[in-house]
């Protein structure tokens, strides 16, 4: 059975598809409108950190998702860790302090540890303790720490537990970091715009 040029133009009318063919080198993007079920649950509940490289420092933000009911995700970065890379891997540490606490004077604070002089008589600490103290830009921090090292220049501490007041030490170390090291923070364009 023979088609006339006609009737072929007819059938492959019929299957043709209204769609032009993409071509193999163009990129082809969707969008889903909401976040599946399981997915959503899992970063909600993920523990996430951004690292940003400063220097000879490491900015670790902790970073929190939040997904609306109609699947928007998000993010909320808080203030970093600041990790000091140079030497031995710790967090950085804040030495121009003079805070009064409970018999002892607080001159440098990191995220993990403290080093106190006694104010008074010379004042052992064996074991955990608990202390509370404000900050210079007026934020509480209540914590436990327990002794490392004692020398007639202080005592060492790390710190095990923060009660209240973790995220407003980070803030207020990375404010700190900041002034400190101000030119590490002045904004370079990554592209010089045309004049």
């Known amino acids: 059975m023979d ?61 929190h998702l939040k997904i609306n009911s109609s699947g928007t995700i998000t993010p909320t970065l808080s203030a970093p860790e600041v990790i000091d890379t140079k030497g031995t891997q710790r967090s950085w540490r804040w030495s121009h302090l003079n805070i009064k606490s409970q018999g002892f004077c607080i001159e440098s604070i990191s995220s993990t540890g403290v080093f106190l002089k006694p104010t008074g ?36 501490a790390k710190i095990k537990h923060i009660h209240t007041g973790k995220e407003q030490l980070r803030a207020y170390l990375f404010a700190e970091h900041q002034r400190q090291y101000a030119n590490l923070y002045q904004y370079e364009p990554l592209i010089n715009s045309p004049s």
């Not at 008589?121 to 303790?129: A, F, I, P, W």
């Open 121 to 156: 008589k010379h004042k052992n600490l064996s074991k955990v303790q608990h202390v509370e103290f404000t900050l210079p830009n007026k934020e509480s921090v209540s914590m436990d720490i327990e002794p490392v090292r004692q020398s007639k220049h202080g005592l060492a």
């Open 3 to 63: 088609f006339s040029a006609e009737e072929i133009d007819f059938l492959s009318d019929l299957f043709k598809s209204d769609q032009k063919p993409a071509l193999p080198h163009e990129p082809i993007l969707t969008m889903q409108s909401s976040v599946p079920v399981s997915i959503a649950q899992l970063l909600s509940n993920a523990n996430l950190t951004l690292l940003a490289e400063v220097a000879h420092y490491q900015l670790w933000f902790p970073l």
